[in-house]
C-alpha cells in the first residue's frame, strides 16, 4: 500500500442510496459493496463505464480463460504495487483455480519453473506492457502458440486495465476491505 490513509473517503451506508446500494451489489456480483465501488461512487458516471468494462474484462465469456485472466490481473497488480488490487485478487485467483504456489510464483514472474509454457507466455506479455507498453515478437509468438486473437486481445486489455485500477487505487488510497490482509512483499508504507 502506497498510503495509510484513503485521500478519498469511501461513501459509507448513511449516504449511499438503496437503489445505489443494489445498483452496485448486482454489478459487483457480491453481497458486499467494495472499499473501491464506495469510494467510485463519488461518480457515477465513472463509476457506471468503469463497472461496464471491469464486467467484461472479468466475464467468463471473453475468450481468456478465468484462471489465466487472474494470472495477468494478479501480475499487473504485483508490478504496480498494489496491495488492495493483489488482496481482492489472490482470493478470485484461487477461486478460478490457481493454487497458492501459483500466486506466489506470480511475484517472482515467468521465470518460475512452475509455469506451463502457455502461462509463462501471460506473464512475460504482462511484464513487456509493464515495462515498455509493447509486446516483442518474440513474446507475441509465444501467445499466438497458446492463444487465440480474442483471448490476446483480452489478455492486452485486462493488463491495461488492471494497470488503471491500480493507479486509481494507490493514489486515492483505496484501503483494504475487512478481512483483508495486506502482503508484506506490497507494504510500501513509509
Not at 485521500?7 to 459487483?28: H, M
Not at 463497472?51 to 487472474?70: F, M, T
Amino acid at each position: 500500500m502506497r498510503l495509510s490513509k484513503a485521500r478519498i473517503e469511501p461513501l459509507g451506508d448513511e449516504v449511499i442510496s438503496p437503489e445505489l446500494a443494489a445498483y452496485l451489489r448486482q454489478r459487483a456480483a457480491s453481497p458486499l459493496i467494495l472499499a473501491i465501488h464506495r469510494t467510485l461512487a463519488h461518480d457515477p458516471a465513472t463509476m457506471d463505464a468503469f463497472l461496464a468494462w471491469g464486467g467484461h474484462i472479468l466475464s467468463r465469456d471473453n475468450g481468456l480463460p478465468p484462471r489465466q485472466r487472474e494470472m495477468v490481473i494478479l501480475r499487473t497488480g504485483f508490478l504496480c504495487k498494489s496491495g488492495y488490487e493483489w488482496a481482492q485478487h489472490i482470493r478470485m485467483g484461487a477461486r478460478e483455480g490457481l493454487t497458492e504456489p501459483e500466486i506466489a510464483a506470480i511475484k517472482i514472474g515467468a521465470d518460475d519453473p512452475i509455469w506451463s509454457d502457455a502461462d509463462r507466455a501471460l506473464l512475460r506479455m504482462t511484464d513487456e506492457l509493464h515495462t515498455d507498453q509493447f509486446i516483442s515478437d518474440g513474446v507475441w509468438t509465444q501467445l499466438k502458440a497458446h492463444f487465440d486473437t480474442r483471448a490476446i486481445f483480452i489478455a492486452i486489455m485486462a493488463a491495461g486495465q488492471y494497470t488503471t485500477v491500480s493507479m486509481f487505487l494507490n493514489s486515492v488510497g483505496v484501503q483494504l476491505d475487512e478481512g483483508q490482509v495486506l502482503d508484506p512483499d506490497l507494504a510500501d508504507l513509509p
